[in-house]
Structure formats: C-alpha cells, structure tokens
C-alpha cells in the first residue's frame, strides 16, 4: 500500500486502530481466503463465542474454516466470497442467524475486493443486525394483528396494547378518549395489580403527560419524567417514564394512544419507538374514523332510504312503501297506486322494466337493470332491483321494486374511464416525446427541428395538424412548418388562432381552448374561420428555454378528443426541447460557420450595475469573462479603468446588488486592475440571450452610464428576433451596427500545438509523467513522492512544474490572446 501523509500523520498506519473501534467484525483475506488482519471486534467475538465462523488466528484460511461449517450458511459465505475474488461480482452480502443460547441474533455478512499492486484481496464484515431484525419482527406482529379479519377491533387494540408493552417495556398501555375535562379508558393493559380497566375514567389535568399530546396534537417521549420534564410529573398516578401518540378522527384529536410505566428507563426511547407507536396511533385512529363513518351510513340508510313499489305482473303499482318523487313527478302516493309503468315513465323505459318484472316472477330470484330517467333535479341514472314478493297482502304474481340512484356511481364510472383515456394518451405522448427527442438529435436546422416535430405528431394520430411559427408582428405569426394541412399560410390561420398563440409567446405558458370555433369569429370569408373548420381542443405551445422564446407550436387535436392538464404540461416539456434542440442548432452553426455576422448593441443609461457605477465614477469597466455558479446566478470578472481601485470596490460593496467584490489582479504596466464581483440578484441579462441565439459575445463594455456589447452570429440568424429577445430584457437598446466577418477556422491539431508552445521542457515532462502513471486517476496511480523520485527531482520543484504546466494549459483554454472565445 502506497503510503499518505496528511499534516504529518501517516494515514495508513491510522487504519488498523480505527477498525478497532468500529462495533463491526472486520477482516482482510487474499486471494486465496487467508486472513491476513482483523480488527479487535473480530477477535472479541471470536474468543467469547468460539465459533469457526470467526476465527481470530491470522494466517487461517476463512474459506477453509467456513467450507467445514454445520449448516448451509457457511457454504453460501464461502462460495460468496470466492465469486467476489475471483472478480465474478463487485460485492457479496448475506444475512444469517447466529443465535445464541441466551439470545437471538443476527448478522450481514459483507465482502468486497480491493487490488493492491496487482495482487487481489478482499475486506469482509460482519455486521449485528440483531436489531433491526426485532423491529421487523415486531412490525409484522403489528401488522398480522391490523389485518385479522377474526378479530374484533376491541381484541385487536388489546393485542396491540400487548405488543407494545412487550417491546417498549412499560407496565402500562392504553387507547384513551378525551370528552370534554374527562379522560375516558377505552382499552387497557396494565398488570392485574392496577386498578385501572377499560371504562375507567379520570380528569385529564391528572395526566399532563396525556393532556400535552393532546393539546399539542404531537407524539411525546420521556424516559425519565422527573429529570427530563418535572412540569409533566403528577403526584396521583406517578408516571415515571410515557411514550405516547394522539389519536387523530376527522381531522380532531379524540384521544391519545400511550405506554407508560411508574419507573424511571435506564435507556432512552428510542426514534423508532416513536415511530412505532405513531403507526400505532394512526392505525386506531383510521378505524375508529371508518367505524364514525360506517355508523353514519347505516343511520342515512335508515332514514333515506330508497325509493320501493309494489308492482305486479302488468306493471301496475300496488303500493309505495316510501315517497317515490326522487324518482318520478307525483301529486301524491294514491296518484301513482293503480297505474301502470307506461303510464309514467318514457316508453322504451317502462318496456325494460316490465320486462324486468316479469323475468323476476318467472324465474323465482332476484333481477337487476339499469335506466335513465329526466327528474326534478336533471337526468338521474337508477338501478332497479327487483325481487318476487310472497304476501298474503297482494296477488302472488307481485314483485318488490326498489329504485337506487345510481347517478354518482356511473359519474365516478365515467370519470375513471375519462382518467383511463387520459393516461392512455399520456403514455402514448410519453413514447412520441422520446422518439420527437432521438430524432431531434440528428437536425441541424430549425426549420429540420420544427419539420420533425410537426411530422412525428401528425403521424402519431393523436393530432390532426400541427404548425409551427414565430412572432411576425404584434398579432400575426409567421409560418416556418406545417403537417396535417394540405396548404398554411398566415393569411389562412384565423385572427383568433393568432392571438392564442401571441398569448403563448408572451405568456411563455401553454394556451387551451377545447373548441377552436370559441376564439373565432364566426364568418362566411376565410379571413375569420379557424384553419381547420371542424370543432377540435388546440393548444398552443411556447419554445421557450425558460429565458428566451423562439416562437409558438400550434396542435389541434384529433375530432372529439379534449387536451387535459396531463397532456398540456407534457407538451410545456416538448416546446422546452424543441427551444433547447433550437438554441443548440445556433451554437452548432455559429461555431461551424465560416463567415458570422456581428451585431453591436448599445442600451443607453442602462440598468446595469457596473454601467450606473460607471457614470457615478467617472470610469469604465470591461467585462473579460462571466462564470456560472451552482446557485444561478454569475461571477463577473471586470477590468476597470480611470478611477482607483479602491474606491471602487468600496462603491460595489455599498451596492445593495453585490454580494462581494475580490480584487483578482491589481494594476500592472499597459493591464488594468482585475476585479471579482459577485451578484446576489440573479436577473436577465442580454448577454445570456445572446447565448441563448447561438451568439458569442466577444466584448461588453459599460461607460459613461451605458452598456456597449458586442456577439458574433451565425450568418443565417434571425436578427430582428434577437433584437426583440433583447429589447425585452432591456429596454431602449438599439442596434447599432452589423457586419459580416470572416472566422477563422482552428483545429485541434492548432489547439494542441498552442499548449505545447507555451510548455517549457521540463513542465512538459512533469505533466506527461503524472499522466502517464496516474496521477490524476482517483484513486491515484501514484503519488506525488514517487513522481519526483521518478524523475529525480524534490518533490516541491515537482508541484511548482505541475502548477507551471496547469496554468500553461488552462491559460490555452480560456485567455483571450490565443484566440477569439466568448466571455461566458
């Protein structure tokens, strides 16, 4: 092992003592199963046990060792070891039982391989799971108590009462109902020398350790009442130590469910504890809710029950047990009593009806069907359920018929099935977004990007037409792609559908009609009628980056089918990457491209808060580079000339904007002053726009209160759209020049030799040699010692040519003088 020195300590010889303090049985085997180290728990157990599972002799074979055991455990280690060491998979592990006469335990068994100059070895721990397994235990004795259908909920809590005591150790368990001062016992377990039962009552200031669950509708944990919270002691009962949980019905507390006992713990509840009885109290509380509600329900039915005839063979209503007018108009009971379902109810209804009647008498047994009928409140779905009826009351040819309303459960049916469609269509949509992805990785183009989302939609048949477009005016857009039209132009798409999607670039979110015709002025010209004249949902979507929006995707959907909430965010995700496909075209070809175009702006008294320091002092500041920071926002690196630096880094400081200002480089001969500034706000910038549109800003200078800044472009840009992008984060600036400019073109063969030219000698071979044997590996090849060595030099001459080299190369990558780069 390569020896680490860290602050003088040699941390190699650190591991052995601090395996020893780990409550773990840790050891070190070659490849061949011979242990070679142990930690002292290893030797512990090994000695106290005596088991061959742990030997505590070093040279032993462990394989060997666990080959001979008793029971299969042994073999199962021994054979997960080997695959392990022979490089077959990168760890083993296994949980066994390893009781003990007096107790039963368990452990896991780890064993994960290591290469030390090319020899294999493995680290094997055995980890005491003993706890985690009794809480399983435990949990699933819990859980077999909640869910057995023989029990009664009283001899369920009992057994959970039970369960609890036996594992928190406490005398007492209880489920208890606070009504109004008075604590009522609901459940108990307590030794037979208590006097405490289910039923008994107490006021609940007798029990501040309940009463305080209850007020703060929180679990509490004591082990130790009087030494842990005195103001929770109570003289009556003498609880010494509680754990307890409240027991929530209806969203109201109705009691608590707690353990307690009159001792003090020797050892601290723990935050399964908690756990455990927070589950508890959660289970009580829903079925004493599900009883509430069950209760409920029964006492409705009792009082609002059905609607019921008494109907014979012809149809004809004998009787009305109950008021009938939920479900037909009646004057009164005797109204009804003596005609016939035809006489009430819409014929093709009364014809299934009878029909249902008389199936019922002709087989002897129960008969169902379904109908709509048009009452007082609106169309009301039923189900008739009619049986025979044996009474010496009526003829034997009669029947009982009683009327359900059925109306919420075919609205939730249909709501279900509305759902089903619905996530149908959002996996169909989840599948087409992936395959719109994959093939968006190959464009090179916009107009490819938007052509292929348009094509992949329309071919998919979830939507009829799609076009795509970009803002032409202030209420019109302009065409760039189109599938599912025969013909599109922007004199053919409506008022109406330009507006939506005016309000989807503006608004940067997706826009939903469910009927096209709704934003439409209905009309006999073309001008006014919606590109596709059948009623359909559209919705429009923005190709916004979150900063910058290209323009607008407009899908009208398939006849008859609607646009949901489900189905507008995956299509918010899909116009995200068409704009993220779209501002990666634009880096593509103004990276690519021979000739770019290079646009300079000026925004006069910006807003800016280097160009209003620059007006307040008289100074200019150049921007040489901005760097991204994981919270959002940007470090800005600046040049500033005319005023002293001091003076202002005071004035940034007392900025409210600027989080700190770090002076980087200060004042040499024919170089400015280099200041680190960081913003606390992040806000847009156009420089980002520009970098949004593929540009690459090249020079930002702000003087004289204004911000001058230059980008190159590719040459195919659409510049009075970055023009409008910029405008909109920054008011009133102008375009004041655009030109074409040749780019030169640089290789990675040109590259290479940059760096290689900026690389004396030695510094070359410092950094070849750390390359080579691993330095920048993790873990590392090699240290630094032993590259020095290898190149016979101290190891501080070898760190001051390695410095050299980094900054030669990284100088290469980002300074301006070795080519043209961007400022981000």
């Given amino acids: 092992m390569v020896p680490s020195v860290m602050d003088g300590h040699d941390i190699p010889a650190l591991y052995g003592p601090a395996m020893d303090t780990l409550p773990l049985m840790f050891a070190i085997v070659d490849e061949s199963g011979v242990i070679l180290s142990t930690n002292e728990t290893w030797s512990e157990f090994g000695r106290a046990n005596g088991t061959e599972l742990t030997p505590n002799t070093l040279g032993v074979n462990y394989l060997d060792v666990a080959d001979m055991a008793d029971d299969a455990t042994g073999q199962q280690a021994a054979d997960g070891i080997r695959t392990v060491l022979a490089g077959e998979q990168p760890t083993f592990e296994l949980e066994y039982p390893c009781h003990a006469p007096s107790s039963q335990r368990w452990f896991r068994l780890y064993a994960a391989p290591f290469t030390i100059d090319g020899e294999t070895y493995a680290s094997?721990?055995?980890?005491?799971?003993?706890?985690?397994?009794?809480?399983?235990?435990?949990?699933?004795?819990?859980?077999?108590?909640?869910?057995?259908?023989?029990?009664?909920?009283?001899?369920?809590?009992?057994?959970?009462?039970?369960?609890?005591?036996?594992?928190?150790?406490?005398?007492?368990?209880?489920?208890?109902?606070?009504?109004?001062?008075?604590?009522?016992?609901?459940?108990?377990?307590?030794?037979?020398?208590?006097?405490?039962?289910?039923?008994?009552?107490?006021?609940?200031?007798?029990?501040?350790?309940?009463?305080?669950?209850?007020?703060?509708?929180?679990?509490?944990?004591?082990?130790?009442?009087?030494?842990?919270?005195p103001d929770l002691a109570d003289p009556e009962w003498g609880i010494a130590n509680y754990i307890g949980a409240p027991v929530v019905v209806d969203?109201?507390?109705?009691?608590?469910?707690?353990?307690?006992?009159?001792?003090?713990?020797?050892?601290?509840?723990?935050?399964?504890?908690?756990?455990?009885?927070?589950l508890l109290s959660d289970w009580a509380g829903y079925e004493l809710e599900r009883q509430r509600h069950t209760e409920q329900?029964?006492?409705?039915?009792?009082?609002?029950?059905?609607?019921?005839?008494?109907?014979?063979?012809?149809?004809?209503?004998?009787?009305?047990?109950?008021?009938?007018?939920?479900?037909?108009?009646?004057?009164?009971?005797?109204?009804?009593?003596?005609?016939?379902?035809?006489?009430?109810?819409?014929?093709?209804?009364?014809?299934?009806?009878?029909?249902?009647?008389?199936?019922?008498?002709?087989?002897?047994?129960?008969?169902?069907?379904?109908?709509?009928?048009?009452?007082?409140?609106?169309?009301?779905?039923?189900?008739?359920?009619?049986?025979?009826?044996?009474?010496?009351?009526?003829?034997?040819?009669?029947?009982?018929?009683?009327?359900?309303?059925?109306?919420?459960?075919?609205?939730?049916?249909?709501?279900?099935?509305?759902?089903?469609?619905?996530?149908?269509?959002?996996?169909?949509?989840?599948?087409?977004?992936?395959?719109?992805?994959?093939?968006?990785?190959?464009?090179?183009?916009?107009?490819?990007?938007?052509?292929?989302?348009?094509?992949?939609?329309?071919?998919?048949?979830?939507?009829?037409?799609?076009?795509?477009?970009?803002?032409?005016?202030?209420?019109?857009?302009?065409?760039?792609?189109?599938?599912?039209?025969d013909t599109a132009t922007p004199e053919q798409i409506s008022p109406g559908e330009h507006s939506l999607a005016i309000d989807a670039i503006d608004t940067g979110e997706v826009q939903v009609v469910e009927d096209i015709t709704d934003v439409s002025t209905p009309s006999d010209t073309g001008m006014d009628r919606p590109l596709l004249t059948d009623r359909c949902s559209v919705a429009a979507v923005p190709l916004t980056t979150g900063e910058t929006t290209y323009g607008v995707l407009m899908v009208y959907a398939s006849t008859e089918a609607t646009i949901g909430c489900r189905e507008s965010s995956i299509l918010a995700d899909l116009g995200r990457l068409i704009a993220l496909s779209i501002q990666r075209v634009h880096s593509q070809q103004s990276l690519l491209a021979a000739t770019t175009v290079e646009l300079e702006f000026l925004t006069p008294d910006s807003d800016d808060v280097f160009a209003g320091l620059s007006a307040m002092l008289d100074c200019s500041f150049t921007l040489e580079r901005r760097v991204p920071t994981s919270s959002?926002?940007?470090?800005?690196?600046?040049?500033?000339?005319?005023?002293?630096?001091?003076?202002?880094?005071?004035?940034?400081?007392?900025?409210?904007?600027?989080?700190?200002?770090?002076?980087?480089?200060?004042?040499?001969?024919?170089?400015?002053?280099?200041?680190?500034?960081?913003?606390?706000?992040?806000?847009?910038?156009?420089?980002?726009?520009?970098?949004?549109?593929?540009?690459?800003?090249?020079?930002?200078?702000?003087?004289?209160?204004?911000?001058?800044?230059t980008a190159e472009m590719a040459p195919d840009i659409n510049v009075r759209a970055v023009v409008e992008a910029i405008q909109e984060i920054a008011p009133g600036t102008e375009l004041r020049s655009k030109q074409y400019v040749d780019q030169p073109v640089s290789t990675a063969t040109d590259f290479q030799t940059r760096i290689r030219d900026r690389l004396t000698p030695k510094q070359a071979a410092a950094l070849k040699t750390a390359y080579a044997r691993g330095y920048y590996d993790w873990p590392r090849g090699s240290s630094a010692e032993e590259l020095a060595a290898t190149l016979d030099i101290s190891a501080p001459t070898l760190h001051y040519r390695l410095r050299k080299a980094h900054d030669a190369v990284i100088g290469s990558l980002f300074d301006s003088d070795t080519g043209s780069e961007k400022l981000d």
């Fill in 251 to 278: 969203g109201a507390v109705y009691g608590t469910f707690c353990f307690y006992g009159l001792e003090p713990r020797e050892t601290v509840f723990t935050q399964w504890d908690l756990t455990f009885v927070r």
């Fill in 297 to 485: 329900r029964s006492a409705l039915n009792t009082a609002l029950p059905d609607p019921s005839f008494i109907i014979d063979a012809e149809g004809r209503f004998l009787d009305c047990p109950t008021d009938p007018e939920t479900m037909v108009t009646v004057d009164d009971t005797d109204t009804l009593v003596g005609q016939t379902l035809h006489e009430f109810l819409p014929h093709d209804t009364a014809d299934s009806l009878l029909a249902t009647v008389r199936a019922a008498l002709r087989t002897g047994s129960f008969q169902s069907v379904e109908y709509i009928l048009q009452v007082p409140s609106g169309k009301r779905w039923f189900e008739a359920r009619v049986a025979p009826l044996e009474s010496r009351a009526y003829d034997l040819d009669t029947v009982i018929f009683v009327a359900r309303d059925i109306t919420a459960h075919k609205d939730r049916q249909a709501e279900l099935e509305r759902q089903r469609d619905e996530l149908e269509q959002t996996q169909r949509l989840n599948v087409l977004g992936r395959e719109i992805a994959k093939a968006l990785q190959d464009t090179q183009t916009r107009e490819e990007i938007e052509s292929a989302v348009c094509t992949h939609l329309t071919e998919s048949d979830l939507y009829q037409a799609v076009w795509a477009g970009s803002r032409g005016s202030a209420t019109r857009i302009t065409l760039s792609a189109a599938a599912g039209i």
């Fill in 124 to 229: 094997i721990a055995h980890i005491d799971i003993t706890a985690r397994k009794q809480r399983e235990s435990v949990l699933e004795a819990a859980y077999d108590i909640c869910t057995d259908a023989n029990r009664t909920f009283t001899e369920q809590l009992d057994a959970l009462l039970e369960l609890g005591c036996e594992t928190l150790d406490t005398s007492f368990g209880t489920l208890s109902r606070v009504h109004g001062d008075e604590y009522v016992f609901e459940a108990v377990t307590a030794p037979a020398t208590a006097d405490l039962e289910a039923g008994s009552t107490t006021s609940i200031e007798d029990l501040p350790n309940c009463r305080h669950v209850v007020e703060h509708r929180e679990p509490l944990a004591i082990s130790d009442v009087a030494a842990d919270a």
């Fill in 632 to 709: 959002g926002n940007c470090l800005h690196y600046v040049r500033i000339s005319g005023v002293d630096t001091d003076r202002v880094c005071q004035a940034l400081t007392e900025t409210p904007s600027v989080e700190s200002c770090t002076v980087v480089e200060t004042a040499a001969e024919n170089r400015a002053p280099l200041l680190e500034v960081a913003l606390d706000e992040i806000s847009a910038s156009p420089l980002d726009t520009l970098t949004d549109y593929g540009g690459a800003v090249r020079r930002a200078v702000a003087a004289d209160g204004d911000l001058r800044f």
